[in-house]
């Protein structure tokens, strides 16, 4: 699921809410999941964290957490969705990090992405490998984002139920 208006209509039908921390997307899953009317009711907003001070100073990811792991990490985009979902009094809060290129980061390769859903039921996080240039890495990473988004509402309870076999979540 990627596109964005049934993930808004089912979260609107629910009286729930997303919110979104996004580095490497620049915005971009914010912009999708406001793409279609009425997504006022569901998206109650974003933060664009692309300096790792903003990560810090806005969303309230740790320091130490930076320090030890790094911004590109499963670690910081579990942070990032909790914070975000915390920071918003959103029913899921939802993350991006990674490395969109052209240049690696932290010993980390190009398309390496790191995506956090936070819910009510915890908090997944997904680790992707994606090819092409920066802007087909960002544009991929909405789409799994929302396809994770998807995939945590339709966990009810934390089971596996409604997850993507081919993207496993680190838990």
């Not at 109650?44 to 990560?55: H, M």
Request: glycine share 14%; charged share 25%.
């Amino acid at each position: 699921m990627t596109d964005p208006d049934p993930i808004v209509e089912r979260l609107t039908e629910a009286g729930e809410t997303v919110a979104t921390a996004e580095s490497m997307t620049g915005g971009r899953l914010a912009a999708r999941l406001t793409d279609g009317a009425g997504s006022s009711a569901a998206f109650l907003g974003g933060v664009v964290s692309y300096a790792t001070e903003v990560k810090i100073s806005v969303l309230g990811v740790p320091e130490a957490l930076v320090d030890d792991h790094g911004v590109i990490s499963a670690e910081c985009a579990r942070s990032m969705a909790e914070s975000v979902r915390r920071l918003m009094g959103a029913t899921y809060g939802v993350s991006t990090t990674g490395v969109a290129g052209p240049d690696t980061q932290e010993d980390q390769p190009v398309g390496t992405v790191f995506v956090g859903v936070a819910g009510p039921d915890g908090t997944d996080v997904r680790r992707l490998a994606l090819d092409g240039d920066r802007m087909a890495i960002q544009k991929e990473t909405v789409a799994e984002a929302l396809s994770a988004l998807g995939a945590t509402m339709d966990d009810d309870g934390g089971s596996s139920a409604g997850r993507d076999p081919e993207h496993p979540t680190l838990g």
